[in-house]
């Protein structure tokens, strides 16, 4: 059982870098349920997920480097690259925060992951100040929905209460947090562009 809370991150804390972490790639061959192949340094490996926000069942197998060479050129959709830092939780030595800085498609997205042993636990978690806003519950940031999202270009017409696919993908506007702009803005949050409901119907 997967049990986790996932947050945005705006400004990273100074001297992450330093700090042990994984070189991932991940591909999805099917997101209902999730089936998905990951290379985390040098080992490979075939994660089968659960449907969920907060709690997830999750299973893993390994992989040979052959086997998923092979799986890899049958999956669909964007291929996600990132580094992992594993940071420690002051006040928590039994919990270590997983920060993703995403590379390729999604250069310039960090999202933070922390993961419990119980649901209690979970939801009394107080995140750190460097914490952005709370996706856990919204879905809109787990990886399987991004592996089939267009770069920095969604529309979502989740205000208009829809579930923010429009012709296909999932949609939300996005300024990276590095970027000439990016660095005007004191508190970077993503932003959602509010549309009109849709017809039940196109014409």
């Known amino acids: 059982m997967e049990i986790e809370r996932k947050f945005l991150v705006a400004a990273p804390p100074s001297g992450y870098e330093a700090f042990p972490f994984h070189q991932i790639e991940q591909a999805y061959l099917c997101t209902g349920p999730v089936v998905r192949i990951r290379r985390e340094d040098q080992s490979y490996y075939l994660t089968y997920k659960s449907s969920g ?13 052959e086997a998923y060479a092979h799986l890899r050129k049958k999956a669909d959709g964007n291929i996600l690259e990132k580094k992992r ?24 997205l960090i ?27 919204s879905g809109e940031y787990q990886n399987h929905r991004q592996f089939k999202t267009r770069r920095w270009s969604f529309l979502s017409a989740a205000a208009a209460g829809h579930d923010g696919r429009f012709c ?12 000439r702009l990016g660095r005007l803005i004191t508190s970077f949050r993503p932003f959602r562009l509010r549309l009109p409901a849709l017809p039940e119907t196109l014409p």
């Not at 992951?113 to 914490?131: G, I, N």
């Open 111 to 137: 999202l933070a992951e922390v993961e419990f042993k119980s649901e209690e636990d979970a939801l009394s978690f107080t995140p750190p100040e460097w914490f952005g806003r709370d996706v856990t519950w």
């Open 53 to 65: 926000a907060l709690s997830r069942e999750e299973y893993n197998l390994p992989l040979t480097s």
């Open 168 to 179: 296909g993908f999932l949609f939300q506007i996005q300024l990276p947090p590095f970027s």
């Open 85 to 108: 830092y594993l940071l420690p939780l002051p006040g928590r030595p039994d919990l270590t925060i997983e920060m993703d800085v995403f590379e390729g498609v999604f250069s310039g």
